[in-house]
Nanobody, 111 residues
Framework: VQLVESGGGLVQPGGSLRLSCAAS????????MTWYRQAPGKERELVAR????????TYADSVKGRFTISRDNAKNTVYLQMNSLKPEDTAVYYC?????WGQGTLVTVSS
């Protein structure tokens, strides 16, 4: 299983970013996909999860209405669209599938 995140960076408060996670080594279309994040000095937390199709999703309360998780089973890729970003969204964002983790991508929200 290989998961490769991309799309992180520095963004001002109120801005947007889209993270991508390219997956390989397993049957992507049959797997739930999850985004987690870990802020400095804090535990890793679940941000969003999506079912095998885009018909089922769940979000942490802190990101509801601002973040959207989606997937493209033809591209073996899961996305996290992040809007109205806040400084407290600053974290390393990780993709997870089965028991595997990606390497993470850093999102910094700062003016």
């Amino acid at each position: 299983v290989q998961l490769v995140e991309s799309g992180g960076g520095l963004v001002q408060p109120g801005g947007s970013l889209r993270l991508s996670c390219a997956a390989s080594g397993f049957t992507f279309s049959s797997s739930y996909m999850t985004w987690y994040r870990q802020a400095p000095g804090k535990e890793r937390e679940l941000v969003a999860r999506i079912g095998m199709t885009s018909g089922w999703t769940t979000y942490a309360d802190s990101v509801k209405g601002r973040f959207t998780i989606s997937r493209d089973n033809a591209k073996n890729t899961v996305y996290l669209q992040m809007n109205s970003l806040k400084p407290e969204d600053t974290a390393v964002y990780y993709c997870r599938a089965l028991d595997a983790w990606g390497q993470g991508t850093l999102v910094t929200v700062s003016s």
